[in-house]
């Protein structure tokens, strides 16, 4: 099994009592265009073996990464959801950051549920995506990856979204009635923007979800619905970082990728996965 980051990391740092749990989810049930989300994880893991220890001018990896054995994605999807559930739970109850590498997006639906049950507080998703996955179910299944966002607004959660540039009447619909923060692609690339506030009673505690296909294609392409329009890498990263001013990091996800073959975008990906990671050092 290769871990994450493992060619940097020191004996301590590599310790199972480490500051980040990295949990690879390789589901792929509901994918709709292209597929491959499956092989993301792995891919992710080896390309960030290439990493540099520091990024932003900090070291995550300093607090110590333990990488997980994968979580097994065979049987009904509510089952599946449950054990990484379990995983996250565990993780955030033992005053860890989860950090799941996907994968298809339904898994954050488990994922998010895991932390909720942990901390019993508000929590909101900041959510990079070209899609606003609000959708009532997709093909007759709740937990698809363009449901997904729909199922956790309707268990409370709170919702910003961003560069999204592809949505459906249903899910502008949804996002009245859930209240969701957003400012989608054409606004954000047009304008140039790098900074935007989340409103003042969004919750502290943060929960980034980070589909690839957010970005532009130009970027990334190894995902399955690249969408043209989309944000920079910097872009991207900024907007996170200015959206967790003043808040608390508690777990991420990074989904989508669906390797093409070409080890650039497996690298953007693990990039974006240990940027993300030094938000909550």
Known sequence: MTFFLDSELTQTERREDAFFRVIPMPLERTVSYGSGTSLGPTAIIEASNE?????????????GIHTEAPVDCTGPLPEVMARLAAR???AVEAGKIPVTLGGE????????MGVLSATHRPLGIVQIDAHADLRVAYQGEPHSHASVMHMLAEEGVRLAQFGVRALSGEEMESRLRNHVFHVDAEEI?????????LPEDFPQDIYVSFDVDGLDPSEMP?????????LSYFQSIHLVENALKG???????VVELAP??????????????????????
């Open 51 to 63: 990493l540099e220890r520091n990024t932003a001018g900090k070291e995550p990896c300093a607090r």
């Open 88 to 90: 996250t739970r565990a």
């Open 105 to 112: 997006h339904s898994l954050t639906y488990g994922a998010v």
């Open 189 to 197: 690339v047009t304008k140039g923007l790098h900074a935007i506030d």
């Open 222 to 230: 190894a995902t399955g619905t690249p969408v043209p329009g989309g």
């Open 247 to 253: 808040r608390r990091l508690i777990g991420l996800d």
């Open 260 to 281: 093409d073959g070409k080890q650039a975008w497996d690298f953007t990906a693990a990039q974006i996965t240990y940027r993300l990671m030094a938000l909550a050092v």
